[in-house]
């Protein structure tokens, strides 16, 4: 499949360090790894958003505890160990 992409003149530029460093042969590669890159970005941000939901629904159906509840709780551990 052909697509074409229009960079801008610094992507551009970019493009071509990453080629001239010989790490791409061309301004393909560099697009694509660029798109795999943001395709892992985007999969982790689907992947937080879905952590974040169960959290949510987690604390609402089991409730939570304040900062405080949870210090005070770590103190008393911690003088229990002394």
């Known amino acids: 499949m052909a697509t074409n992409v229009h960079l801008t003149p610094e992507l551009e530029r970019f493009a071509r360090e990453c080629i001239e460093g010989g790490r791409y042969n061309n301004v393909s590669e ?16 689907q992947q937080f ?26 103190d008393a551990i911690l003088r229990n160990k002394q």
């Open 30 to 45: 560099v697009v694509r790894s660029a798109l795999r890159l943001l395709q892992d970005a985007e999969e982790r941000r």
């Open 49 to 74: 958003g879905a952590m974040l939901k169960q959290t949510e629904a987690e604390a609402a159906r089991d409730g939570t505890f304040t900062v405080d509840e949870i210090s005070a709780e770590v």
